[in-house]
């Protein structure tokens, strides 16, 4: 399809004469909501750890009971996604973030109340489960779709990206310990307290943040759900940018719970790792994406934003080869696992702050929610086959083929990234405008 720009009929003289962008080191709103999210991801990281905790340590829960909780907070994602992303370009962003988190805060704070009160259930802890990963999916759409409403320049977009990155990669390295601790000291329910806080942390700034948000401008015409769905699946797979970056998502994520099944039954069974150095592991490689992140603006800046991309994608996808060398002595094991796992995860801190960057740019306000609900759909719904594939794969050719065939079939595709038209982009596309809106009736 034909992406029509909003600045494409301008003589480039006139976007020349366009002053330099301000740092958003400057910008109060964008400050305000970036420290709101820090807390919340931080918070987050308590709820899931405690969860399955509370689980085990209140219920004596089995290995299919906590991995029916974990399912229960990722489906929402594939089954509510592309509804709420509808839902989303129909409202304003900031009052569905505050009604997302509200949510959450309420239902992760009945937990240490009801077991409290000794009414707490495994059932129920189930149903608020899936309660909370509901609220997660509408969060998740809408905070992406609203960074550009609070940024407000596309020049920013790779600035806010890299900084909220920042922000997740570091509560990934720092989180899981922190909420060990708490849970430690506390137990598992009460330290869901801790996370209902955070929320409320997020709340306010949310409520403090006061750049102006247009309602969405009415259609002139009756809406209807299939119609816009269409809509929206339409512009991400006919786009030249957004198209091929849908297309490698599921890839990337497939990849990344594949290696990460395979290896944690590896390093169980054959490498007989304790739990306490496989944490090590995944603790230690997690600042891959810390340095990935804070790295990213500057690779930006050296680089082609194509080059960048495909060099990036590639180490997310190279990464796993190493884990083929974690054999022998067991601070090899240790040492090359971790060398592994960093590589991705700093291929992906910087690829992260791209993809999202040129996503925000392609698609004008109008379809933001849609575009990152359709992208979240394609990227929960290839880390769910992951998980499923990993189990089934070392079921069938054992530990050490299983091991051999993620990490061989995972460098295949970089043969694809080479393809990409992504690749040789030179820097971030024109903001793009909505096409014609969809007729019918909700």
């Known amino acids: 399809m034909t992406v029509t720009t909003a600045e494409s009929d301008q003589p480039a003289a006139d976007r020349a004469e366009l002053p330099p962008p301000q740092s958003l080191w400057r910008h109060g709103d964008?400050?305000?909501?970036?420290?709101?999210?820090?807390?919340?991801?931080?918070?987050?990281?308590?709820?899931?750890?405690?969860?399955?905790?509370?689980?085990?340590?209140?219920?004596?829960?089995?290995?299919?009971?906590?991995?029916?909780?974990?399912?229960?907070?990722?489906?929402?994602?594939?089954?509510?996604?592309?509804?709420?992303?509808?839902?989303?370009?129909?409202?304003?962003?900031?009052p569905l973030l505050i009604a997302a988190n509200l949510t959450r805060m309420v239902l992760i704070g009945l937990i240490p109340v009801l077991h409290a009160l000794h009414h707490?259930?495994?059932?129920l802890?189930?149903?608020?489960?899936?309660?909370?990963?509901?609220?997660?999916?509408?969060?998740?759409?809408?905070?992406?779709?609203?960074?550009p409403t609070v940024v407000r320049d596309p020049r920013l977009y790779v600035e806010a990206n890299q900084k909220l990155g920042v922000t997740s990669s570091t509560a990934d390295v720092a989180g899981p310990?922190?909420?060990?601790?708490?849970?430690?000291?506390?137990?598992?329910?009460?330290?869901?307290a801790?996370?209902?806080?955070?929320?409320?942390?997020?709340?306010?700034?949310?409520?403090?943040?006061?750049?102006?948000?247009?309602?969405?401008?009415?259609?002139?015409?009756?809406?209807?759900?299939?119609?816009?769905?269409?809509?929206?699946?339409?512009?991400?797979?006919?786009?030249?940018?957004?198209r091929p970056l849908a297309l490698i998502a599921p890839l990337c994520n497939f990849s990344l719970v594949i290696v990460w099944t395979v290896f944690l039954l590896h390093a169980v069974r054959a490498e007989h790792l304790s739990p306490a150095l496989i944490g090590v592991v995944f603790s230690a490689s997690s600042v891959g994406g810390l340095a990935g992140g804070l790295l990213s603006g500057r690779v930006v800046k050296r680089f082609p934003l194509g080059r960048a991309y495909a060099f990036s994608m590639s180490?997310?996808?190279?990464?796993?080869?190493?884990?083929?060398?974690?054999?022998?002595?067991?601070?090899?094991?240790?040492?090359?696992s971790t060398a592994s796992f960093f590589l991705s995860y700093a291929g992906l801190g910087v690829a992260g702050v791209i993809m999202v960057s040129l996503r925000q740019t392609c698609t004008p306000p109008s379809l933001t929610g849609r575009m990152n609900a359709a992208f979240r759909t394609m990227l929960f719904g290839g880390g769910a086959l992951g998980g499923l594939t990993g189990g089934l794969l070392v079921g069938a050719v054992g530990l050490h083929q299983a091991l051999v065939v993620v990490a061989v079939g995972s460098a295949a595709v970089v043969g694809l990234l080479a393809l990409s038209p992504v690749s040789r982009l030179r820097g971030l596309p024109e903001p793009a405008v909505a096409p014609a809106p969809a007729e019918g009736r909700a």
Request: proline share 7%; aromatic share 10%.
């Open 194 to 242: 801790v996370d209902a806080f955070s929320y409320l942390a997020s709340l306010v700034t949310l409520i403090r943040v006061r750049t102006p948000e247009p309602r969405p401008a009415p259609t002139g015409a009756r809406r209807r759900l299939g119609a816009e769905l269409r809509e929206g699946l339409r512009w991400v797979f006919g786009h030249r940018v957004l």
């Open 315 to 336: 180490a997310i996808f190279l990464g796993p080869l190493l884990i083929l060398s974690a054999h022998g002595p067991r601070p090899v094991v240790v040492a090359m």
């Open 120 to 123: 707490l259930s495994m059932g």
């Open 30 to 94: 964008f400050l305000t909501f970036w420290f709101g999210e820090t807390v919340s991801l931080f918070g987050t990281q308590v709820t899931a750890l405690a969860l399955p905790l509370t689980a085990v340590s209140v219920f004596d829960a089995g290995p299919q009971e906590v991995g029916l909780l974990r399912f229960l907070q990722l489906v929402p994602y594939p089954v509510l996604g592309l509804l709420f992303g509808v839902w989303v370009d129909r409202l304003r962003r900031r």
């Open 125 to 147: 802890l189930l149903v608020l489960a899936a309660a909370i990963g509901s609220a997660s999916v509408l969060f998740d759409v809408s905070w992406m779709s609203f960074v």
């Open 177 to 192: 310990g922190l909420a060990g601790l708490l849970i430690g000291v506390v137990s598992a329910p009460t330290a869901l």
